[in-house]
């Protein structure tokens, strides 16, 4: 199948992949008068009265905003908001179909990086969270940190932080098989964008020790020059011994390769300069850094990618209807790593440890039980890190 020509097709016929559908009947003048005016009025003054009743009194409790600039739009780059917005529909029937959360999409006409949060932080009373979707590096990392100090609902940008989880929970897995440990492997990760800058902060957290970011210039280290503020922070948290080159430089002896960047970037030589039992995940989209079978042909044991037509597909479908469940079923604030670690806990545990193999380290995104696990265990840690509300 084109699947290009026949979605637009199939667009032109939707004329739109959502809607919005009453939850009430109203058939007679008591329906009315009890969803609308004026008996609406008594609901309004209870909010008034005490906010927190807005989730009791409303959809808030289970709506949530996924929100794009139109600047990083999947693979398309900077098309503007409104061509963005068949990818925000798309996110939203993924975020009711899997996780039973309502989503709204809003793609805001501005690249400056106050007016959108100042836009996001006041709309955001409508909403139990913000899905921040598809904006460019390294404004998403300002964007998102600001809304999180003046929002009071969960922000989460799920470029970084859902592909973050699904890549812990593939890596969880994949290191058993290999019986190696997270804290005594190298990681060379290329790309120093939204994921791959979130992917390390989170295989930090969980105790990666050896993590080298490599940009378009080669490895970043402390002291390097010409890098933005994002990258300078990285530098003083990664790659410790300051090992500097390109990735066919500092990709020998590495245990690890997870790639979020470029097609074809990884070489066969290259894999077969890592150490015995290489893992690669070449995530790159269509076309990832290197094909399975070559990766194999040259040691690799377990290949991981983007791509639904290869085994051990990374994809952010697996976490962020979870993770959102999870998040408005206790009322959670915030998204804090200690929920991340558990997702990513939970994804890994989903497979049991006599089914893990090199062609099944990650559970297949068309699950829909996924999301309820990582929505359990998601709640639990927000009740244990005191950021729920119910």
Same mark, same amino acid.
């Given at each position: ?45 209870? =909010? &008034?009265?005490? =906010? ?6 409303? *959809? ?16 398309? +780059?900077?098309? +503007? ?49 913000? &899905? ?5 590096? #390294? ?16 922000? /989460? ?12 929970? +593939?890596?969880?897995?994949? !290191? ?8 005594? =492997? ?6 120093? +964008? ?18 080298? !970011? ?9 002291? *390097?020059? &010409? !890098? &933005?503020? %994002? ?5 003083? =948290? ?16 590495? @245990? ?6 470029? #097609? ?26 290197? /094909? ?36 408005? @079923? ?20 989903? %497979? ?10 990650? #559970? ?18 927000? %009740?244990?890190?005191?950021?729920? *509300?119910?």
């Amino acid at each position: 199948m084109d699947y290009a020509e026949e979605s637009l097709k199939k667009h032109r016929k939707w004329q739109g992949k959502i809607e919005v559908v009453s939850r009430v009947e109203l058939n007679s003048k008591d329906d009315l008068s009890l969803a609308y005016t004026p008996g609406v009025a008594r609901a309004c003054m209870e =909010i &008034n009265k005490n =906010i927190d009743e807005s989730y009791n009194l409303t *959809r808030r409790h289970n709506l949530c905003a996924v929100i794009t600039d139109g600047t990083a739009v999947l693979g398309l +780059g900077d098309i +503007g908001p409104e061509a963005g917005m068949p990818v925000m529909e798309g996110k939203c029937i993924l975020f009711k179909t899997y996780g039973d959360v309502d989503a709204f999409p809003l793609c805001i006409k501005s690249k400056d990086v106050d007016e959108i949060v100042k836009t996001i932080s006041l709309i955001s009373g409508s909403f139990g969270g913000i &899905n921040l979707e598809d904006i460019s590096a #390294p404004r998403c990392f300002e964007i998102e940190k600001r809304l999180k100090e003046i929002c009071d609902i969960p922000i /989460f940008h799920d470029d970084q932080h859902g592909t973050a989880v699904v890549t812990l929970a +593939g890596l969880t897995n994949a !290191l058993k098989i290999v019986n190696k440990k997270i804290e005594d =492997i190298k990681i060379v990760i290329s790309g120093a +964008g939204a994921a791959a800058i979130s992917i390390t902060k989170l295989l930090i957290t969980a105790g990666a020790r050896n993590i080298i !970011l490599c940009d378009r210039t080669g490895a970043i280290y402390e002291g *390097r020059d &010409n !890098l &933005n503020w %994002i990258k300078e922070e990285m530098s003083h =948290i990664t790659n410790k011994e300051k090992e500097n080159g390109s990735i066919s430089d500092v990709i020998k002896n590495a @245990d690890v390769f997870i790639g979020v960047s470029a #097609p074809g970037l990884l070489t066969k030589d290259m894999v077969k300069s890592m150490n015995k039992d290489a893992i690669i995940f070449a995530c790159a989209n269509p076309t990832p850094e290197i /094909f399975p079978d070559d990766a194999i042909s040259a040691g690799a044991r377990i290949v991981a990618t983007g791509r639904s037509d290869f085994p051990n597909q990374i994809n952010n479908l697996l976490a962020f209807p979870g993770i959102f469940r999870g998040t408005f @079923d206790v009322r959670a604030r915030d998204i804090n790593e200690e929920m991340k670690l558990a997702a990513a806990s939970a994804l890994a545990s989903y %497979i049991p440890d006599s089914e893990i193999s090199e062609v099944n380290i990650i #559970p297949s995104p068309l699950d829909k039980n996924v999301a309820s696990v990582v929505a359990r265990a998601v709640s639990d840690a927000a %009740i244990k890190t005191k950021v729920a *509300r119910i």
